[in-house]
C-alpha cells in the first residue's frame, strides 16, 4: 500500500502562483510514475503533468505547459507542481496520483488539494 497526501492549495488571485507538493508513503520503493491531475466542478478529472522516479521522463498536458513545472525529491518520496501564470480556468481539485513501473493505471490517489483562482 501507498499513502498519497497533497498539500499546497489556496485561493490566489489570477496571476498568480502556488507550489502544490504530494508526499508518497508506505511501499514507496515500487513507485515509478508520480502524477497530477485536476478536477474543476463538473468536469472529469484530467491529466496535467507527470514525472518517472529519475526525472528523465517529465510529460505535460497542453494546458500546462509553459506554466507549470514538475518535480520531485525522491530523499523526501515528494513531488511538486509550480504552478504560475494561474487563470480562474485552472480553479479545480488536484490530485496526486502514483502508478508502478509497468503498469497501466495510477493506482494510489491521495485526497486532493483545493486550488481557487479568482479573476
Known amino acids: 500500500q501507498v499513502q498519497v497526501e497533497e498539500s499546497g492549495g489556496g485561493s490566489v488571485q489570477a496571476g498568480g502562483s502556488l507550489r502544490l507538493s504530494c508526499a508518497a508513503s508506505?511501499?514507496?520503493?515500487?513507485?515509478?510514475?508520480m502524477g497530477w491531475f485536476r478536477q474543476a466542478p463538473g468536469k472529469e478529472r484530467e491529466f496535467v503533468a507527470a514525472?518517472?522516479?529519475?526525472?528523465?521522463?517529465?510529460r505535460y498536458a497542453d494546458s500546462a505547459k509553459g506554466r507549470f513545472t514538475i518535480s520531485r525529491d525522491n530523499a523526501k518520496n515528494t513531488v511538486y507542481l509550480q504552478v504560475n501564470s494561474l487563470k480562474p480556468e485552472d480553479t479545480a481539485v488536484y490530485y496526486c496520483a502514483t502508478r508502478r513501473a509497468g503498469a497501466n493505471e495510477y493506482e494510489y490517489w491521495g485526497q486532493g488539494t483545493q486550488v481557487t483562482v479568482s479573476s
Open positions: 508506505g511501499r514507496t520503493f515500487n513507485i515509478y510514475y
Open positions: 514525472i518517472n522516479w529519475s526525472g528523465s521522463s517529465i
